[in-house]
């Protein structure tokens, strides 16, 4: 099974970036397991991040702030396969300009995961979150 996660901030403490670990059992895996690339747009000037061997997915530039959202799909997270993740996000970013574009990834392993803990790099953030299932 797919999941969709729908996630909106609604406060921040201090302006940062958003990362996504994956979770077992109600551990979060912080091997150096992570790959992921984010294509962006702030304002007129596109910029492509990427990193290898990371220990999160990093889904978004620092400047995270209340006018931001993440919409990512989560793909074979529970299968004894890689997972990958793929989605869009939108934010304003510590220039106060507006950031949106996509972002991939993949955990090179096969373990199996039931859910996913966002994390900011500095202070903390709240926001709602919906998650969807993806029937086949």
Known sequence: KDYRIIFTVTAVSTTSSVNVRLRASGTDNTTANYDHCRIYASMNTPQAVGTNNDTTFGISAAGVDTASNFTLDFINPQA????????????????????????????????SFDAATFICSSGNFTGNYSVYGYAK
């Not at 004894?80 to 993949?106: C, H, K, P, W």
């Open 80 to 111: 004894t396969a890689m997972t990958f993740i793929a989605g869009t996000l939108f934010n304003t970013n510590a220039g106060a300009n507006q950031e949106s574009g996509v972002v991939n990834g993949r955990f090179q392993l096969t373990d």
